[in-house]
């Protein structure tokens, strides 16, 4: 049985457990060491379980507590070399963390295989995660991407689960407050998926075998979670698709935990 709990996801930090077998890992650690503990404490989830910590990219909403939890609780941080180096840089890892590149092979932590795909961020090497365990169940994580890319839409694809940014409704941004050079950077190649990019893909991930989705990292002042959930209910209503019989979809509340989504 696996298990994935959307602890923070949004603008304000960001922070996912999966877990199988007893044992979990946290991908990204965007929220203070404190509220990292409160929220694994809310969700009856032991610390001890964690056996290490994956980063996606170094941007402070997902990095922000990393360095106290990794090194208060002994846990490995992995990401890839760029972001490795990008995170010494910045101090979130220095002599008293337990950091290692990790690449196209993966890394086996006790029943689960994690292994990276390139995301198009802009960032220094950005990188979503599959999870796959050993009876086959198979998870993948695509957030903070300005577009999918052959390589996402291959390495998520025939995944299980999917957890996948729904960043913004474009209407909501364009006709906002934000200054034009960020609105910009947001709809680029290296900002974020919009919902209705995000709810375009889901049908096809249905059709690959995919029976959860968990809407992500949605934007506090361009989207709302119902917004999110309705494009993509929409597009994949348009294919025949049902809720709760061909799929289950939960948005990951932006401010607060998510409920767990049971494989």
């Known amino acids: 049985m696996a298990k994935i709990c959307p602890l ?3 603008s304000r930090g960001n922070s996912y457990y999966i877990s199988s077998a007893g044992s979990g890992i946290l991908i990204d650690a965007g929220r203070s060491a404190k509220q990292l503990e409160n929220a694994l404490a809310a969700n009856s989830i032991d610390i001890d379980t964690i056996r290490a910590i994956f980063v996606t990219h170094e941007h402070s909403d997902h990095i922000q507590g990393l360095r106290v939890f990794s ?4 846990i490995k941080v992995y990401a890839s070399h760029e972001t490795l180096n990008a995170l010494e840089h910045l101090g979130a890892v220095n002599e008293k963390v337990d950091s290692c590149e990790i690449d196209s092979r993966g890394i ?3 029943s689960m295989l994690i292994k990276p795909f390139a995301t198009s961020h802009d960032c220094a090497g950005s990188v979503g995660y599959t999870v796959e365990m050993s009876d086959g169940t198979k998870i993948a994580l695509a957030t903070d991407t300005g577009i999918i890319t052959e390589e996402i839409c291959e390495a998520i694809t025939g995944c299980n689960a999917v957890i996948i940014e729904s960043n913004h409704d474009v209407g909501m941004l364009m ?3 934000y200054p034009y050079q960020l609105k910009r950077r947001i709809l680029s190649d290296c900002g ?3 919902n209705d990019t995000c709810s375009r893909l889901l049908p096809q991930l249905v059709e690959s075998g995919a029976t959860r989705f ?4 949605l934007s506090r002042d361009n989207n709302m979670p119902m917004i999110a959930e309705s494009a993509a209910l929409y597009e994949l209503g348009q294919r025949g698709m049902k809720r709760n019989k061909d799929f289950t979809l939960m948005v990951a509340p932006p401010e607060t935990c998510g409920e767990s989504v049971i494989l």
């Open 8 to 10: 923070f996801s949004g």
């Open 214 to 217: 968990i809407l992500a990292h």
């Open 175 to 177: 006709n906002g407050a």
């Open 192 to 194: 974020h998926l919009s």
């Open 71 to 74: 090194s208060r609780y002994k």
């Open 108 to 110: 086996a932590i006790d």
